[in-house]
């Protein structure tokens, strides 16, 4: 590879657009949990799809609360206390977003390990 092919690639996979909010693996199968229920998930549901202790659930919903990605409410129902969480539009966009960009991800690593299978030499390509 030549020097000006290089410049042209440079940063090729920093994939910066990478959301680090939504990228931490608990907020992000809080958020992908979430995404699939548009009325939103009681918290001992949204605990149990993602395997997660009760503390865990509540700080990692706390950043994403405050990071506009979910909206929270609280609640009684039978007179117990309820807690439903829910995506906003924001935090739906910036999932879908993220998504987007883990998609590239996902086929430059295909694409990278294909070419790698077969023998090729690895070239970067170019966006």
């Known amino acids: 590879m030549n020097p000006s092919?290089?410049?042209?690639?440079?940063?090729?996979?920093?994939?910066?657009g990478?959301?680090?909010?939504?990228?931490?693996?608990?907020r992000l199968s809080i958020i992908a949990s979430l995404a699939g229920y548009s009325e939103g998930l009681l918290f001992n549901?949204?605990?149990?799809?993602?395997?997660?202790?009760?503390g865990n659930l509540s700080r990692h919903?706390?950043?994403?609360?405050?990071?506009?990605?979910?909206?929270?409410?609280?609640?009684?129902?039978?007179?117990?206390?309820q807690t439903l969480a829910r995506l906003t539009e924001h935090g739906r966009r910036r999932?879908?977003?993220?998504?987007?960009?883990?998609?590239?991800v996902v086929a430059d690593a295909s694409q990278l390990t294909r070419q790698s299978e077969?023998?090729?030499t690895l070239r970067p390509r170019t966006a």
């Not at 092919?5 to 910066?16: F, I, M, N, P, V």
């Not at 990478?18 to 608990?26: N, T, V, W």
């Not at 999932?95 to 590239?104: A, C, D, P, Q, S």
Request: glycine share 4%; charged share 35%; with cysteine.
């Open 95 to 104: 999932f879908l977003e993220y998504v987007t960009r883990l998609e590239r």
């Open 18 to 26: 990478l959301d680090r909010i939504i990228h931490e693996k608990a």
């Open 45 to 54: 549901e949204l605990k149990e799809l993602c395997s997660l202790t009760d």
């Open 5 to 16: 092919d290089l410049e042209k690639t440079a940063g090729r996979y920093a994939y910066d």
């Open 118 to 120: 077969s023998g090729a």
């Open 61 to 81: 919903l706390a950043i994403l609360q405050e990071a506009d990605l979910v909206q929270m409410w609280k609640g009684t129902r039978n007179k117990r206390p």
